[in-house]
Structure formats: structure tokens, C-alpha cells
């Protein structure tokens, strides 16, 4: 008769269905209530890891490995058990490794001997499994592996990696639809803050045309001035039964010169603003004294008007700032250039220039 084979010492005795249950229903509320927190996307995987890691009981190490399109390759985003600033220098091809095969067919894996592991993490390519081995902090392959892709609807982001990197224990083929269920929650994260990014540039981007469209309207109210005056100057010179005298002349000519001014200033500032899209905009800074630009600009006001004065308020201690003497110069217009407050009190008459 022959002698009965020892189970291998992975075969545990397995939990009672109820018990299994109760514990997955409890890690799911766990990782649920992890990944509704209010954290950034890396900090949010890195609490719902620590609590996976902590419910799923033969894991020791794991780590979420996200596509990244810029680089063409696979990143570390959190992990838990590894050298995080090492393994972040982990750069996975399609189809490399693990993480790759599995991004690629698109279902959970379980590889529960060395040799499967081995295997599987054949192709990684030597400079890669320096990395990991510096970041799990041995030379020797995990002994037992559970991957899951990270997938919302079409959508695919990258494969959730849980591993036991020493001991006995080892996952089991009931632990394959409980990994692939928190993928499908990480997933579902990282999708919210995707969406959250789009409405973020959304905003953004109605933000900036309503910004185009104010600029718009008030450069076409601040050009209708320049525009009125010359037009009606120049009417004035051209009318054959009125003679003007050469001082008047000369008035009106100096006049309709100082509004083309005026409008030549406008269009350079909108064509230096157009520079601010593509971040071309050359910004000269210097120190300058606020006081002193704002005491420029109320008495160009106060010449403008006989009904209030102006008063400059200013504390002792102003600092001086760094500024462009061109975007801060006061113009006629003012147009894009310089933004403050002023108070209006028809009683006194004052104006107060702060």
C-alpha cells in the first residue's frame, strides 16, 4: 500500500463559505469607504493597498502599476511593502512581465509555485528586475502572485499586483474574483478623478472664453473713444463751409495723432496678451514703488475731472515689489495694464485711491 503524499504546505484548509463571505463582504466595505476619502489619486491607492493588504491574509507586498502614455510604459503609483522611491524607477513594456501579460488578456491571474512566477516574470528585462529586486529588498521571486487588470467599462488603466514574497501560505483560486472585485473599485476611482480632471479643464477652458469674450467687449467699448474722436475731427477739417484757424488746425491734428496713440497702444496689448497663451510672454522684473505708479494714475484721473479729488492711501511701510514697467505703466485707457480700487464718496467729493 502506498505511503499517503503530505499536502503541499499551500493547500491550507480552506474558511467555511459563511465565514468567507462575511470577511470579503467586510474588506469590500473597508476599501469602499478607503476610496470615497477626499485623498489625491496616489495617497487614496496607497490607503485602499494598506487595507487590502491587511484583509487579504497570505499578501505581504503589493502594488497598483498604471499605464502611463507618455512614457509607453507601466508605473508604480502606490505600493505597499516595497521601497517606494525604488520601485517607482520600475518601467514596464506591454506585455513585459507580469503586469504586462495581464494588462494584456485582460482577466485575473493566479501563480501560486515559484515556477509559475518564474515564468511568468521570465521576460522582464534585466535592468527591471534589478529595480524590483532592490524595492522588494531580496534577490529571490515572489513565491505566489494574484494580478487583476484595472478596467472601467472600455477603459483600461492599468493591473492591481498583489504578492507573497516569503512563507508558506498561499492564495487560492476563490481569491480570484475577490481581487478582480477591488480592482473593479480602483478602477472606479481612478475614473472618478479622470472625469473630475476633464470638468476641472472644462472649467478652465469656459473660463477662459468668458475672460475673451469680457476682453472683447470692453476693448471694443474703450475703442469706440480714440475712434469717435478722430472721426469727429477729422470731419471737422474736411468740412468745406467752416474755415478753421492754423492753431485750430494744428489742435485738431495733435488731437486725432494722440488717439491713434492711444489705439496703437491698445492693439500692442492685445497682441502681447495673445502671447500669454503660448507662454511666450516676456516678463522684464524690476523694482517699483506702487505709491508712486499709483500717484501717477490719480492725477492723469483728477486732470480727466473737476468734481471729485483724489487722495493716495497708502501705509508707511509699503514694500517696494518686483514688477514690468510696461504691463504696470499707466495708460489713458488702462486697458489690461493695472487693476486697484477706488472708493466713491459724493458727499465729501473724495475720491480714495488705494
Excluded at 470615497?36 to 507586498?61: F, G, K, N, S, W
Excluded at 515559484?114 to 524590483?132: G, L
Aim: proline share 6%.
Amino acid at each position: 500500500m502506498d505511503p499517503v503524499q503530505p499536502a503541499p504546505p499551500w493547500e491550507m484548509a480552506e474558511l467555511p463559505p459563511a465565514e468567507r463571505l462575511a470577511r470579503e463582504l467586510n474588506a469590500l466595505t473597508e476599501v469602499a469607504k478607503t476610496l470615497a476619502r477626499a485623498l489625491e489619486l496616489p495617497d487614496l491607492l496607497h490607503a485602499a493597498l494598506q487595507t487590502i493588504i491587511t484583509v487579504l491574509e497570505p499578501a505581504q507586498v503589493g502594488t497598483v502599476m498604471l499605464w502611463d502614455r507618455a512614457s509607453g510604459l507601466f508605473r508604480s503609483t502606490a505600493s505597499i511593502g516595497f521601497d517606494e522611491e525604488a520601485l517607482k524607477q520600475l518601467g514596464l513594456q506591454a506585455g513585459e512581465s507580469i503586469t504586462g501579460k495581464v494588462y494584456d488578456d485582460g482577466r485575473a491571474v493566479l501563480l501560486c509555485t515559484p515556477e509559475d512566477v518564474n515564468q511568468a516574470m521570465a521576460d522582464m528585462r534585466p535592468a527591471n528586475r534589478q529595480v524590483f529586486a532592490r524595492a522588494a529588498g531580496t534577490d529571490s521571486l515572489p513565491t505566489c502572485v494574484l494580478a487583476a487588470p484595472i478596467t472601467a467599462g472600455s477603459q483600461r488603466f492599468g493591473v492591481l499586483v498583489i504578492e507573497t514574497i516569503a512563507g508558506h501560505e498561499r492564495f487560492t483560486e476563490q481569491d480570484l474574483p475577490f481581487l478582480q472585485t477591488l480592482a473593479d473599485l480602483i478602477a472606479l476611482a481612478i475614473d472618478r478623478a479622470r472625469l473630475e480632471l476633464l470638468a476641472d479643464a472644462v472649467r478652465e477652458q469656459r473660463q477662459e472664453e468668458r475672460l475673451r469674450s469680457e476682453l472683447m467687449a470692453i476693448l471694443s467699448h474703450e475703442l469706440r473713444h480714440p475712434l469717435t474722436a478722430i472721426k469727429g475731427y477729422s470731419t471737422a477739417l474736411l468740412m468745406e463751409d467752416v474755415t478753421f484757424s492754423p492753431d485750430q488746425t494744428r489742435e485738431f491734428l495733435e488731437s486725432i495723432d494722440s488717439e491713434c496713440d492711444i489705439m496703437q497702444t491698445m492693439i500692442s496689448e492685445i497682441l502681447d496678451s495673445s502671447l500669454i497663451d503660448v507662454d511666450q510672454l516676456n516678463i522684464q522684473r524690476e523694482p517699483m514703488r506702487l505709491p508712486q505708479l499709483v500717484q501717477d494714475v490719480a492725477a492723469e484721473s483728477q486732470r480727466r475731472t473737476s468734481l471729485h479729488r483724489m487722495v493716495i492711501d497708502f501705509p508707511p511701510e509699503f514694500p517696494i515689489v518686483e514688477a514690468d514697467p510696461h504691463w504696470m505703466k499707466p495708460t489713458r485707457t488702462g486697458f489690461g495694464r493695472y487693476c486697484g480700487m477706488c472708493w466713491i464718496m459724493p458727499s465729501s467729493t473724495r475720491r480714495r485711491v488705494v
